[in-house]
Nanobody, 115 residues
Framework: QVQVVESGGGLVQAGGSLRLACVAS????????MGWFRQAPGKQREWVAT???????NYPDSVKGRFTISRDNAKNIVYLQMNSLKPEDTAVYYC?????????WGQGTQVTVSS
């Protein structure tokens, strides 16, 4: 059974930092592409960061230079380090694990950035 569980969300002031973590079990984690997405109230879910099984990363312009995705294959964990947070980063953040082209989603963790 595949499980994806996020943690680390919370309330932070603008300019602050948070680190999200996502544990994915039930697959061969080292072969998974891992990604972070977010969804703000009334908006569609949007892509935030991706890390391939080879460790290659990619980000949209909205977070590039502020967010960093990383992975620890020994612990089946992927992290999202978020710096210089802005109120517009407020959203529920979701982790996605992709194994053999099948996506598995976590339940999400709330990030709220106050101005």
């Amino acid at each position: 059974q595949v499980q994806v569980v996020e943690s680390g969300g919370g309330l932070v002031q603008a300019g602050g930092s948070l680190r999200l973590a996502c544990v994915a079990s039930g697959t061969i984690f080292s072969r998974n592409q891992m990604g972070w997405f977010r969804q703000a109230p009334g908006k569609q879910r949007e892509w935030v960061a991706t890390i391939t099984s080879d460790g290659n990363t990619n980000y949209p312009d909205s977070v590039k230079g502020r967010f960093t995705i990383s992975r620890d294959n020994a612990k089946n964990i992927v992290y999202l380090q978020m710096n210089s947070l802005k109120p517009e980063d407020t959203a529920v953040y979701y982790c996605r694990s992709t194994f053999d082209l099948v996506h598995f989603w976590g339940q999400g963790t709330q990030v709220t950035v106050s101005s």
